[in-house]
């Protein structure tokens, strides 16, 4: 499985941005997604998470402003971004997972930046 994510920029704050990831994979049904970012000097923190039959979480640095939700028919993830902050900027990752068996796979995207100027 492949992940490409994409919609990262440059936006204002209180602006709003769109990421996307797409798997290359039929079995993206199946796949728990999720979102992470890492600012410079950071660790990684999760984001969102959304599971194979679309429940969903958050950190509770993003919740209500971010929304994730997932599209099967189009193998893709999305995560609306709204109300950005300085403190949202960084590389965001989109991961999955998936279980075969008692074995869990996992993937990663290459990141896409996302910069929020005050």
């Known amino acids: 499985v492949q992940l490409q994510a994409s919609g990262g920029g440059l936006v204002q704050a209180g602006g709003s941005l769109t990421l996307s990831c797409t798997a290359s994979?039929?079995?993206?049904?199946?796949?728990?997604m999720a979102w992470y970012r890492q600012a410079p000097g950071k660790r990684r923190e999760l984001v969102a998470t959304?599971?194979?039959?679309?429940?969903?979480n958050y950190a509770d640095s993003v919740k209500g402003r971010f929304t994730i939700s997932r599209n099967n028919a189009k193998n893709t993830m999305y995560l609306r971004m709204d109300n950005l902050q300085p403190s949202d900027a960084g590389v965001y990752y989109c991961?999955?997972?998936?279980?075969?068996?008692?074995?869990?796979?996992?993937?990663w995207g290459q990141g896409t930046q996302v910069t929020v100027s005050s």
């Open positions: 991961s999955a997972h998936r279980w075969i068996g008692s074995r869990r796979s996992d993937y």
């Open positions: 994979a039929s079995v993206f049904s199946s796949l728990s």
């Open positions: 959304i599971t194979e039959v679309s429940v969903f």
